[in-house]
């Protein structure tokens, strides 16, 4: 790309050299249909491409791309190239942000959306405005067309976003910008693999290990690890067998106009598969038990007895009489404390892990040990795809589960990715 400017010339088979000529033809083309789009004398409409959850099996959210009435060789990245260069860019992905948020309404309440947003626009007041909403059960995907220049401006963008419900994204994970360091400067919620390294994961143990790899490190930062662009079954299984708890592409399914489940013949083939590979008793959902998730409230009114540093709670006395715990969450459904009862009154503990209740026992024991020494032996909380609390699990019950498999003679490492 150069300036970062999209350039597609004609290659002139003779002598393979580019028409300078033809290049300036392509990018006023372009900028014509930026124009055009934008003064509503182009269409554009929006898809829908499944995104799933394999050990469900099931769809937990869909990504809105964006498919424009031009010529099928000019893609869409193209034209918000393009679009960007001319100072356009806020302008266009606002209009598309716009359309996404009207066509969200057909997609199920249980299922989260994607959109997706150039990071360095995100301060733009066009684009702010059309974020300014309720944006529960929305994903901000942050794509990679230009570097970030400014990372404390895009932090403050980003607590903004989060503010109002949304949850965030990394493309492209793997390359270009998006490199362990921005990972932990921005902790996105969800990180998708670049396209690269899922492709013949099948075939390629370093990519595979690499996978693992990142699987693994996204975890400790509280993450959700998605593979992005899997295309064969094969890739599929082999991403299942690394433990990569997100999905999308043509192997779970193609961009649609209309929001699809994962096909039966799929749900079922991830069922057999997942089972063929792992104990059914070795996940945390056998471990685990309910929770209330209480919002975090302005002042404290809890009628019940709280450790100091507990207030921003209101509490029952049913509350801490039945609960096994009871998880504070933010806007976001970010997790800010547990409160855990305790000879009628309640503990107040930071929640420092969190995981998905269907991932393998001995995989998040590893984790949970590795945590600094003051919250080692802290509950796990067990989140939904949307990152809602469904359960907690004490360190006590992964002990005695660990001591049954030392017992009937197995191995810690067993079955951890």
């Not at 799929?266 to 471990?287: F, N």
């Not at 855990?340 to 420092?352: F, K, Q, Y």
Request: proline share 5%; hydrophobic share 45%.
């Amino acid at each position: 790309m150069g300036n970062g400017r999209p350039r597609f010339g004609v290659i002139d088979g003779s002598d393979a050299v580019t028409s300078m000529e033809g290049v300036r033809q392509d990018v006023l083309q372009l900028r014509e249909y930026v124009r055009a789009t934008l003064a509503g004398e182009r269409s554009f409409a929006m898809y829908f491409q499944a995104i799933a959850n394999v050990f469900g099996p099931r769809v937990v959210g869909y990504e809105m791309l964006t498919r424009f009435d031009v010529p099928a060789h000019i893609t869409p990245d193209l034209l918000f190239l393009e679009a960007d260069a001319i100072g356009l860019g806020a302008e266009l992905e606002a209009l598309i942000l716009a359309r996404a948020f009207k066509e969200r309404r057909r997609v199920p309440s249980d299922c989260f959306v994607t959109v997706n947003v150039s990071p360095h626009l995100l301060e733009h007041p066009i684009i702010r405005t059309v974020f300014d909403r309720d944006l529960s059960g929305v994903v901000v995907e942050l794509t990679e067309h230009v570097r970030i220049a400014d990372v404390e401006a895009l932090r403050d963008s980003l607590t903004w976003l989060r503010a109002r419900g949304a949850l965030i994204a990394m493309d492209d994970a793997g390359s270009g910008y998006a490199g362990l360091q921005m990972l932990t400067q921005i902790r996105p919620d969800i990180v998708k693999l670049d396209r690269e390294l899922v492709s013949g994961i099948d075939t390629d143990e370093a990519k595979a290990l690499m996978c693992a790899s990142f699987g693994d490190f996204v975890g400790r930062l509280d993450g959700w690890l998605l593979a992005e662009g899997v295309e064969t079954q094969s890739e599929l299984a082999r991403v299942v067998q690394i433990g990569v708890p997100l999905v999308q592409g043509w192997a779970i399914g193609r961009p649609t106009r209309e929001p699809e489940p994962l096909r039966d013949e799929l749900v079922g083939w991830l069922r057999a598969y997942g089972d063929s590979r792992r104990l059914p008793a070795d996940c945390l959902s056998t471990l685990m038990d309910p929770v209330i998730v209480q919002a975090e409230v302005g002042a404290t009114t809890a009628p019940t007895q709280l450790d100091e540093g507990s207030g921003g709670v209101n509490l029952t006395a049913s509350m801490v009489a039945n609960a096994t715990a009871i998880c504070i969450v933010g806007p976001n459904l970010d997790l800010r404390r547990l409160l855990l009862p305790e000879d009628g009154a309640m503990r107040v503990v930071t929640a420092s892990l969190s995981a998905h209740p269907e991932e393998g026992i001995r995989e998040v024991a590893v984790r949970a040990i590795n945590r600094p020494r003051a919250t080692r032996f802290d509950p796990i909380v067990c989140v939904d795809e949307t990152r809602t609390p469904v359960g907690i699990i004490r360190m006590e019950r992964i002990i005695n589960f660990l001591a049954d498999v030392f017992a009937d003679g197995g191995s810690i490492t067993e079955g951890v990715s």
